[in-house]
């Protein structure tokens, strides 16, 4: 069965530190990899997907950026933390059997002072 | 442009009373379309789908919804809520059934004893 990982579950970083939040699928090969942020009160907002390896696209601009270095591991980094890029960060994952259906990681809560 | 929209940010019941969480949409196309449930600090779970099939969807948990096109409305219900409903609902919209999913913005359910 598929299973995806995402860490770390928690993180209190100070402004101006970077970042680096993991994601890996487990059980299937060339899935779509998304990364979301949800803010307090407020929607799912789609960061950035991936189809394949290299491959990323940004949705919004921002302080952010992914990586996909191998099949089923997505990475969202910043060099410097903002105040705003605090939220809740999900990792999610489909493939084309599944088109439209997500899954979702537990969530990585990040907290910038 | 395709949209979702969720009527109501909370939605409070008692237990054993019946649950509806409204839900309209926006689309050119046919869409297929999701509700997602998500407890307190974890990932997003998928409680039902409609992908152009049966009208009236059946998903976990007691839950279901209608897809009426005529009111472009996809709204769940329960007949009788339990303590463990008590979570963030968020409706969803997959454009054309792509890979892109358009979130709304969720109801909170609260569920009183």
């Known amino acids: 069965s598929q299973t995806i990982h995402q860490w770390p579950a928690t993180l209190v970083q100070p402004v101006g530190s970077p970042l680096s939040l993991e994601c890996t699928v487990e059980?299937?090969?060339?899935?779509?990899l998304y990364w979301y942020r949800q803010a307090a009160g407020r929607g799912l907002q789609l960061l950035f997907y991936?189809?394949?390896?290299?491959?990323i696209s940004s949705e919004v601009p921002q302080n952010l950026s992914a990586s996909r270095p191998q099949d089923r591991q997505f990475i969202l980094s910043s060099k410097k933390l903002l105040l705003s890029d605090s939220g809740f960060y999900l990792c999610?994952?489909?493939?084309?059997?599944?088109?439209?259906?997500?899954?979702f990681g537990e969530g990585s809560r990040l907290t910038v002072l | 442009a395709q949209s979702v929209t969720q009527l109501d940010s909370h939605v409070s019941v008692s237990e054993g009373t019946p649950v509806l969480l409204r839900c309209n949409y926006s689309?050119?196309?046919?869409?297929?379309l999701f509700w997602y449930v998500q407890h307190p600090n974890k990932g997003l779970q998928l409680l039902l789908k409609?992908?152009?099939?049966?009208?009236l969807v059946k998903g976990i948990n007691g839950f279901e919804a209608e897809f009426k096109k005529s009111e472009t409305s996809f709204h769940l219900t329960k007949p009788s809520a339990h303590m463990s409903d008590a979570a963030e609902y968020f409706c969803?919209?997959?454009?054309?059934?792509?890979?892109?999913?358009?979130f709304g913005t969720g109801t909170r359910l609260q569920v009183f004893p």
């Open positions: 999610a994952w489909n493939s084309v059997r599944n088109t439209g259906e997500l899954f």
């Open positions: 059980g299937t090969s060339n899935p779509n």
């Open positions: 991936s189809v394949g390896i290299g491959q």
């Open positions: 689309s050119s196309y046919s869409p297929s």
């Open positions: 409609y992908t152009s099939a049966a009208t």
């Open positions: 969803v919209v997959s454009p054309d059934n792509t890979d892109k999913l358009i």
